[in-house]
Nanobody
Framework: QVQLVESGGGLVQAGGSLRLSCAASGSIFSINVMAWYRQAPGKQREVVATVTNGGSTNYAGSVKGRFTISRDNAKNTVYLQMNSLKPEDTAVYYC??????????????WGQGTQVTVSS
């Protein structure tokens, strides 16, 4: 089994910054894409940013230039640095990782989510 544990959420004023972390653990053989998603109340879950194991990144248009995704392959950890936060960034943020374990083929795993609230 694989577990993704997120940390770093919280309450911040508009214009502030937060850094989210997500550590993967378990019977991990390899991790392909790691990503951050978010889901605001009453809205569908949406992708925020992705990073491949080679370091290639992609961002949603709404966060480009403000958020930076990165990963530490040695620690099986992905980060999301969020700057210039806006109230519309308020959501539960979820970590996602496509993992090949010792026993299975590639499977997408999800973290439990961490709340980010941006006050105006």
């Amino acid at each position: 089994q694989v577990q993704l544990v997120e940390s770093g959420g919280g309450l911040v004023q508009a214009g502030g910054s937060l850094r989210l972390s997500c550590a993967a653990s378990g019977s991990i053989f390899s991790i392909n894409v790691m990503a951050w998603y978010r889901q605001a109340p009453g809205k569908q879950r949406e992708v925020v940013a992705t990073v491949t194991n080679g370091g290639s990144t992609n961002y949603a248009g709404s966060v480009k230039g403000r958020f930076t995704i990165s990963r530490d392959n040695a620690k099986n950890t992905v980060y999301l640095q969020m700057n210039s936060l806006k109230p519309e960034d308020t959501a539960v943020y979820y970590c996602n990782a496509v993992v090949k374990t010792t026993y299975d083929s590639w499977i997408a795993y999800w973290g439990q989510g961490t709340q980010v609230t941006v006050s105006s």
